[in-house]
């Protein structure tokens, strides 16, 4: 089945530190999706990519849909306290009723 | 507000007991889904749905079972044969459209301890 590899796994950044991390799959994906997970609560949605190439902002969020459609990342600029939590890469296939994939999570702590 | 609401937030079960996790939405969306998260771990597919009275396997279906009566509501039954059902359970739904599903949005998760 679908795999998706997410780097790295932890993080450890100071305060006003840029951020970077990714994810790579075995196969291609149509959608991205990066979530962000607090503790004890559900993913919730930070962006969604539809189109190989695509690159997309969220306030000091922005991703990319990779070209060849097996990869895409994630970068937060200028971190503050509240950045903190897990981030999570899904990818999903059009047509596929089914799912989503998810990455294992890159946990993200900021210094303060 | 709308949104998906799961209850309760805590759950314990004992050795050889049956429980349901609730999973209610009030966002008029056709599919529903539930997940599975251990410490460290993505989120692995148990069960999903597309429409009433209709529902799939995911990936590590064994020892769960669902049903769907009503468009909003789509409950998990840990049973008994999950013989490691501690974990933390996440609720999902999503639009679907011609050009396939929209993005998934989630609960705020039940966790399930066994005593």
């Known amino acids: 089945g679908q795999q998706l590899n997410q780097s790295p796994q932890s993080m450890f950044i100071q305060e006003g530190e840029d951020v970077s991390m990714n994810c790579t799959s075995s196969s291609i994906f149509n959608t991205w999706l990066w979530y962000k997970q607090d503790p004890g609560e559900g993913p919730v949605l930070l962006i969604a990519?539809?189109?190989?190439?695509e690159l997309t902002s969220n306030g000091r969020l922005t991703a990319q849909f990779g070209i060849t459609r097996k990869d895409s990342f994630l970068n937060i600029s200028a971190s503050i306290p509240s950045d903190v939590g897990i981030y999570f890469c899904?990818?999903?296939?059009?047509?596929?009723?089914?799912?989503?994939?998810f990455g294992s999570g890159t946990q993200l702590t900021v210094l303060p | 507000d709308g949104g998906i609401t799961q209850s309760p937030k805590y759950l314990f079960r004992k050795e050889g007991q049956n429980v349901t996790l609730s999973c209610e939405q009030n966002l008029n969306h056709d599919a529903m889904y539930w997940y599975r998260q251990d410490p460290g771990q993505g989120l692995r597919l148990i069960y999903y749905s597309q429409i009433v009275n209709d529902f799939q396997k995911g990936d590590i279906a064994e020892g769960y079972s669902v049903s769907r009566e009503k468009k909003e509501s789509f409950p998990l039954t840990v049973t008994s044969a999950q013989k490691n059902p501690t974990a933390f359970y996440l609720c999902?739904?999503?639009?679907?459209?011609?050009?396939?599903?929209?993005?998934?949005?989630f609960g705020d998760g039940t966790r399930l301890s066994i005593l």
């Open positions: 999902a739904s999503s639009i679907m459209t011609g050009a396939g599903n929209q993005p998934q949005h």
């Open positions: 899904a990818g999903q296939l059009s047509g596929s009723a089914r799912q989503l994939t």
């Open positions: 990519l539809y189109k190989a190439g």
